[in-house]
C-alpha cells in the first residue's frame, strides 16, 4: 500500500523572544515526579504528587529547595493551603485530596497537615479529614478549592469545598466536618475558581466545573455559580451540541465579572459573571485542559495548559495577553510532559509555575510590558496545508505548501516526529508577500504516526501537524 502524508488543518502560534529565541522554560524541582496538584499560599509553593506525597517550596529564597512534607496517601489528587491561625506566622495547614485504595493503605479521601506552630522549620504531621464524606458511595476528591482570609480589619476565617463525583462538599472549620452543598448523580465536579467579594463579608463567589452526563452516555460541560460562600448555586454551563467538560476555571481578580472556562478544544469567556459565553477555538487543534492561571498583577495575562489530546502526555501550554482574545503557544524545549496544575506567584507575578505529568516542577518568566508589545504575533505570517493532498512517498515528491511572511527574512523549518525528536532542518530565506515553497523529505526516516512541522520567524513559531499513514 502507498504511504502518504496528510497535512491537518491545526495549528498555533508559539511565542519567542524579539530577538528570535524563546523564553526558557526553567526545571523548579521534584524532576521525574507527576505532580498532580499545586497550590500557593503565604510565601510558599506546595505540590501534591504521585505516590510521593506533598511537598513545600519557599519562592522567598531563590536557592530554597522542596522540603517533603509526608505522604499522606499514595494516589493524591487535589491540594489546597490557608492559614490554621490568624495572624499566619507559621500557623499553616494543609487539605490534600485523595483516590479510595485500601490496598495501598489510602483508607481515607482527604487529610489535614497541620504545621507545628513553635518553628518553621520543625515538621508537622497528617491526619484523615474526610468526616461527614460517605466513603462508599464517594470514592474520590476530584478538586479541593477555597477562601482564606486573614487580615487586621476583616472577620477570617477559612472555607474549603471538595469536588466529587456527584456533589459539592463544604468544610468551614479546615476540613474537620464536611457538608454536601450540591449534588446531582449525573454530574462530575473537576475544578474550583473563588473570588473574594470583599473582606468585611463572608458571602464569596465560588465557582465550580466539571460536566454532566445525559442517557446516552454524552458529557455536557457544567459549569455552577455561588455567590454565598457554596449555600446556594446557580447553573451557568453554556450551551454545547458536542460532548465536552471543564476541567479549569479562573475569576478576573479586578472584575468578578470575567470568567474563563477552559474545555477540551473550546476556551471561554464570560463578561457577565455566566450568563453569556463567548468561544475561542484553537483551530482544530483539540487540547485536553487541566489548569489554567491568571497573573494576579496584570489580569490581562493568562496561561492554559494540558495535553493535546491526539497525543499521549504530549505538553500543551498557551499564553494569552490580552484576557484570552489571542493566543500563543509556549514551547518546552526537551520532553516535557502534560500539564497537570498552573500557578502564579500571588505576591510578585514573577513567574507563572508549570507541575507536570511525570516531569517534576518548571517555571515560566512572565514578560514585561515591553517584550509583550513586540511579540504581537504578525498577522500576515502564515503557513497553508501542503499540497498535493495526499503527497505519496513512494512518488519521492517534496513537501509543498505555501508562505506568507510581511517582511523579507530568514525562516527555519523543522520537522519533528512524535517523540520531539527532530528529523529535519531548513532554513531558507524568503521575500516578503506570499510564495510557493517545497522541502526534501529524506523518506527513509518518516513511519506511520504524527510528524509536527515548525516553521519560525523572527521569534514566532507556527505548527502544522501532519499523519503518516501506511
Partial sequence: MKSFLSLL???????????????????????????????????SL?????????????LGKPDSGWIHLGVPAKNLTSIFAFHTYCPLICWKGVLAGATLNPLQGDSALIYFYQQRP?????????????????????????????????????????TAFAGTPGAIWRSEDRGKKWTRVWQAISANILAFATSQRSLLSSDDEIWA?????????????????????????????????VSDECRALAVDPADANIVYAALRQTFLKSGDA????????????????RAMAINPQRPQQIFAGGEVADLVNFWGLFESRDAGEHWQAVPASGKV?????????????????????????????????????????????????????????????????RLNVPST???????????????GNWKITVAAGGQNLALPLDRSQLTGGIYFLQAEWR?????RKLTVIR
Fill in 118 to 158: 513553635d518553628t518553621c522549620l520543625n515538621k508537622g504531621r497528617w491526619t484523615v479529614a474526610d468526616s461527614g464524606i460517605n466513603r462508599t458511595s464517594v470514592l474520590r476528591i476530584n478538586a479541593l478549592g477555597g477562601i482564606d482570609v486573614c487580615h487586621p480589619i476583616a472577620p477570617t476565617y477559612v
Fill in 409 to 423: 527574512g530568514e525562516v527555519t523549518f523543522r520537522l519533528f516526529n512524535i517523540a520531539g525528536q527532530e528529523i
Fill in 9 to 43: 488543518v491545526s495549528f498555533f502560534i508559539a511565542a519567542g523572544t524579539p530577538q528570535g529565541g524563546a523564553q526558557p522554560l526553567e526545571p523548579f524541582g521534584l524532576q521525574g515526579k507527576t505532580v498532580t496538584a499545586m497550590t500557593f499560599y503565604g510565601g
Fill in 46 to 58: 506546595y505540590a501534591a504528587t504521585e505516590n510521593d506525597g506533598v511537598y513545600r517550596r519557599y
Fill in 209 to 241: 466545573g466539571g460536566y454532566t452526563v445525559n442517557d446516552k452516555g454524552i458529557k455536557y460541560p457544567l459549569i455552577l455559580r455561588s455567590t454565598d460562600s457554596g449555600a446556594h448555586w446557580e447553573d451557568r454551563s453554556p450551551i454545547s451540541n
Fill in 337 to 401: 510532559t502534560a500539564i497537570n496544575s498552573l500557578v502564579f506567584n500571588a505576591v510578585d507575578s514573577q513567574y507563572v509555575y508549570v507541575a507536570t505529568n511525570g516531569t517534576g516542577v518548571y517555571r515560566y518568566p512572565r514578560l514585561t510590558v515591553g517584550v509583550e508589545k513586540e511579540l504581537t504575533a504578525p498577522k500576515s505570517f502564515h503557513l497553508s496545508a501542503n499540497f498535493p493532498n495526499p503527497i505519496y512517498i513512494a512518488e519521492n515528491l517534496p513537501l509543498a505548501f
Fill in 274 to 289: 455566566g450568563k453569556t459565553w463567548r468561544s475561542r477555538q484553537f483551530g482544530e487543534l483539540i487540547i485536553i485542559f
Fill in 459 to 463: 521569534g514566532q513559531r507556527i505548527t
